[in-house]
């Protein structure tokens, strides 16, 4: 039964709305204020909002837009459509609202009530795209393209982490298919949990600094001048999936609460004095030099510490693993087929051949792009390599030389390991410091620390750090 949510400060319209719905065979929800919207989305979960944007009943009042603005931060169109129903609605406010991610509007009073109730039906079930060719398999997005060694072992450590439920961090250069397989182990997540878990998308360097902590965890009304209940991305999570993009850029005082976050699964809003428990599983994913991020003291120790214990998972570049090319070249051509409904029925072998021996810098991301503008410029029935020429030159002019992607790549593989490294050694020596300081005595040793003594075995063991002649107590 699809869920909506009422948006509008007028009870008596919501109410309408309500029985309208209801009557359609609709699930509904109201939320007669901005607070009241913030919390549905997170507890009632709709399928489609009907969002007035003046919630005041003031001309001037634009609390829906700044709804609508929240609401695209956290879910594209396609996941939560919108319809904004208002009376104060013109060519400015339309063009405001369309370029935020509004599907689509209606004056309020409504006169054609069943032209509306069609427009609702048809937002939330989209007629499906067209077959491709006879009997086109079954395309799923979330599923790797893999036939190299490097990659099938990336498959297996993600799917023997999904199984254990455990925090991940995925390292790579840009394009390398970092949330591709962030994607991939959600879905691994769900199929494990036999149900939907949410996806909650977090891209770190879009989000100002001044306000990164009140987007993560959420505000709490007063909190500060204007702030409202707003639950952040972590709250929305709920037990599924917080997906941190870029962990890397998260500002340095908040990694300290974000350390909390993965060690004992607690947090509060902002303004708030009531602890919240996160249940569900942290996926964090970046490109940059962690290691000289770290030096350079743009990363707390105390979390760079926390990175290097939980699954770190390198994906290589796509020039280390020549053998992945043609299938994802299979791959994103099925799928753009399927986008732009073209009757392309075969794939020439010139279009592997160039991809293979094209000497670029390039990573899975660019492959999906060139394919794209291939499938967009192909006027026949079959794809070939004259209709990739165009979007190949254009990266031969953008991107560095193929020698200079490759030291990229030797430099990265080399701070990756170099990272991993350097954590440990920051780790062994904060343990020895308590260590020492405790007289060897391993009951004191884990309690300063903050662990079980059962676990500090494992800890000395994982440092090689030797306790043969300590004290036993």
């Known amino acids: 039964m699809p869920k909506v949510l009422i948006v509008n400060d007028q009870s008596e319209i919501a109410e309408s709305f309500k029985d ?8 509904t929800s109201i939320a007669l204020t901005e607070s009241e919207a913030y919390q549905a989305m997170q507890a009632f979960i709709p399928d489609i909002v009907l969002l007035d944007i003046a919630l005041n009943g003031d001309e001037q009042d634009r609390s829906g837009i700044s709804i609508l603005s929240w609401i695209r931060e956290r879910w594209t169109m396609q996941e939560m459509p919108v319809i904004v129903i208002s009376q104060y609605l013109n060519r400015e406010v339309v063009d405001q609202l369309e370029k935020l991610g509004m599907n689509d509007y209606e004056s309020y009073p409504i006169s054609e009530l069943q032209f509306f109730l ?24 979330a599923d790797p393209c893999i036939r190299s060694a490097a990659m099938i072992e990336v498959d297996r450590k993600v799917k023997k982490n999904a199984q254990l439920h455990r925090d991940i961090l995925f390292l790579g250069e840009p394009g390398t298919g970092k949330t591709h397989w962030a994607r991939y182990y959600h879905k691994l997540l769900e199929q494990n949990a036999g149900g939907k878990l949410a996806w909650v998308q977090m891209t770190c360097p879009a989000i100002p600094e001044t306000i990164f902590e009140a987007h993560l965890f959420g505000t709490k009304k007063n909190a500060y001048t204007d702030a409202v209940d707003m639950p952040g991305y ?36 902002l303004g708030d004095s009531q602890e919240q428990t996160f249940k569900g599983v942290i996926i964090a994913a970046t490109y940059v030099d962690l290691t000289e991020k770290l030096q350079k ?3 707390d120790e105390a979390f760079a510490r926390r990175l290097s214990r939980q699954t770190i998972i390198r994906i290589p570049p796509l020039r280390e693993r020549p053998q992945d090319i043609d ?3 299979r791959h994103f051509s099925r799928h753009f087929f399927r986008k732009y409904s073209r009757n392309i029925t075969h794939i020439d072998k010139s279009v ?10 390039y990573n ?5 792009a060139i394919i794209e503008d291939g499938v967009i410029h192909c006027v026949d029935e079959i794809l070939v390599a004259a209709d990739l020429k165009e979007s190949i030159e254009s990266r031969r002019i953008l991107n560095h030389s193929a020698e200079g992607g490759g030291q990229a790549a030797t430099r990265f593989r080399s701070n990756y390991h170099e990272f991993c490294k350097y954590t440990e050694d920051l780790e062994r020596a904060y343990i020895m410091h308590h260590y020492l300081q405790n007289n ?19 800890i000395f063991k994982r440092l090689k750090i030797d306790f043969a002649d300590d004290n036993n107590s």
Request: net charge neutral.
């Open 327 to 329: 299938e994802l070249i």
């Open 364 to 368: 899975a991301s660019d492959v999906e």
């Open 20 to 27: 309208l719905l209801k009557n359609e065979g609709f699930l």
């Open 118 to 141: 069609r427009k609702v039906k048809a937002i939330l079930k989209p007629a499906p795209p067209p077959p491709v060719g006879p009997n086109p398999p079954e395309e799923k997005e």
């Open 440 to 458: 060897k005595n391993k009951t004191k040793t884990a309690n300063a620390i903050g662990v079980r003594r059962e676990r500090l075995y494992d």
């Open 234 to 269: 972590v709250e929305l999570a709920g037990d599924g999936v917080l997906f941190l993009d870029e962990i890397g850029s998260i500002p340095l005082e908040v990694q300290v609460k974000i350390l909390r976050l993965m060690d004992d699964k607690k947090f509060r809003r």
């Open 297 to 299: 003291g743009e990363l």
């Open 352 to 361: 592997f051949e160039i991809l293979r021996n094209e000497r670029l810098p």
